[in-house]
């Protein structure tokens, strides 16, 4: 139940890896709700289990093969690492009410995964739990069972025999503890006190750990002025919710090169609509602002322009442009290329950006970068996707999505959609994703469900948790705009200020910042 924090020593380094994992861990959980499979049933449940034994998190539910004494090592080091792990998120989400919604929901369903995985084989140690949880529920004696007789048959909604009620542990609970079990009229009320069989436990026991947990939640976030003296810390957990979780999309994973004269043929094809909304808009206009070439430049080198095609690729649409020949070019875009391959400034290989990444991006007048289902009008959206799609009810349950704020998800029923089969990941988690599920280039594409004949009879309309932009300005939009103040008019906002830099200039403000 989590009650008391841990004492241990812990490294740098092992923080932000145990904070990672676990983040990893309640994402498969919010991806898997999605899914479509009834949460908790047995194919749910299998699922997650294989999910987590892929991506080598099996130490995140196998935590015990019996309560009390006889634990074996792994299982107590395995308790360790979820112990530590889920307070140092708490540090992460208890700033918003956005956040820690989020965070109890998952956290609440791992703790039920694990509930049922633990005492369907070992039913006899709900006792031993509910003393060391400090939970004051304790079975009702057979006399008084007996004095209850046919009542407490007749007040379960499943009944039960007479046989499994001599079997079975019942507790006594106050009524208002158990309002859902009431509600649905699942068990026998007397007296002001629920009579709860041993099955129907987990209700109480999930809402004790949910109110407990939300209650520590909002204490926590009362203490963290005092943790944000330590800015090594604060700077790593400010930005948790916002690390991206899924699979490396900074190599090429294809393998395949991919042309300046290939991508014309692909864009309308397999580009996911943030991409193909930047590459129209370059290929219309000649031009994209800086933040636009970034997200852009980024995704081709994902999916397998190589530099010297890049160069050559930006080139042949920029000076097209009356404004630009090729010794502007050379000026000032060809070293915000070459940077982006990491062959100038820091020398970093940059990853191309992810859907949270994008998504949380604030974009300002003028500008075309970012995600087109949080960041272009309604009816800009509808006409996009009614030239790729051809039935009106899939537009419309997409637009549905979009209104409810549900980015990643009217993306994921945009490929459905457009290619008859759903992304391997229900929602879209990244661009390059996207692309490569469009090729079937991931080598899963067996696993994608399809409809019959390989079409979908009605796409998938599930909820999800809402990513909202915070409204601060980017980090790097701040700091280039301070490093280049003294160079410009005090009469010019920030973003008037990054729009007139070009990329060298940019980018020599960014290898100024310390890493």
Known sequence: MYERPPHHDVSLQDFEDMAVERLKVLRTFEKHNMGGNTKFSAEWIDKIKADLDKHNLTEYYDLANMLGTHQKVKHLDNRKRDHISHFILRLAYCRSDELRRWFVTHETDLFRFRWKLIFKDNPQLLNQFMVASKISYQPISQAEKDALGEDLINGTSRG?????????????????????????RRVLVRAGYAYIPRDELMSLVVGVFRSQLSHNLVLTCRAL?????????????QNMDKRYTGEDFGGNKSGDRVTPEQVMNMADVHFPMCMR???????????????????????LKGIGMT????????????????????????????????????KEGKKKNWQPWDCMRIIMENVGAGECHGCPFRHHEARVIKKELEKGISRSSDVDAIMKKVNEGHFQVACGMHFSAAHARDLTTGATNHPNQWYLESRNMLGNQENAPQGPGGHHNKIKTTHVNMYKSKGNATPNANANANVLKEKKSNVM???????????????SALDSMPV
Not at 308 to 332: A, N, P, Y
């Open 225 to 237: 002025p005092v943790l944000e003296e330590d800015r090594r810390l604060a700077n790593m957990l």
């Open 493 to 507: 906002t920030d973003q008037e200020i990054i729009d007139d830099m070009d990329d060298s200039e940019l980018l």
């Open 307 to 342: 530099l010297e095609d890049s160069i050559r690729f930006w080139r042949t649409e920029m000076t097209k442009r009356g404004e630009v020949d090729v010794d502007k070019f050379e000026k000032e875009y060809a070293y915000g290329i070459r940077y982006n391959y990491g």
């Open 160 to 184: 039960i025999s007479a046989h499994k009620v001599k079997e079975d542990d019942f507790y006594k609970v106050p009524w208002l503890e158990a309002m859902d079990l009431v509600r649905g």
């Open 277 to 299: 909304s930047l590459h129209g808009t370059l290929t219309g206009q000649h031009h994209l602002k800086y933040k636009a070439r970034l997200q852009y430049g980024l995704f």
